[in-house]
């Protein structure tokens, strides 16, 4: 069993910043990529940043230049910095990463934390 569990949404006025985390947890050998998703009301979900093993970064153009995904292999969390915060960022930002266990990979979520933006 494996799990994810975010903190640090909530309120902010827009051009402020917020630090997403998302701690791992569960019995597995390591992490490959792990990734920060968006999901707006009435909205597909929406990738944001991933990172890779390796300290790769993507970012989906909408954000780039504002937010920073870092992550910390050995307390297995990931972080998204947000900065210069817009009110078309309010979204529930989820966690996603892939787990290597024996007998193969698994992909997992966590529960989600609210981001509010105001204008």
């Known amino acids: 069993q494996v799990q994810l569990v975010e903190s640090g949404g909530g309120l902010v006025q827009a051009g402020g910043s917020l630090r997403l985390a998302c701690a791992a947890s569960?019995?597995?050998?390591?992490?490959?990529?792990m990734c920060w998703f968006r999901q707006a009301p009435g909205k597909q979900r929406e990738l944001v940043a991933l990172i890779t093993s390796g300290g790769s970064r993507n970012y989906a153009d909408s954000v780039k230049g504002r937010f920073t995904i870092s992550r910390d292999n050995a307390k297995h969390t990931v972080y998204l910095q947000m900065n210069n915060l817009r009110p078309e960022d309010t979204a529930v930002y989820y966690c996603?990463?892939?787990?290597?266990?024996?007998?193969?990979?698994?992909?997992?979520w966590g529960q989600g934390t609210q981001v509010t933006v105001s204008s």
């Open positions: 569960g019995s597995f050998l390591s992490i490959n990529a």
């Open positions: 996603n990463a892939d787990f290597v266990r024996i007998g193969g990979v698994l992909g997992s």
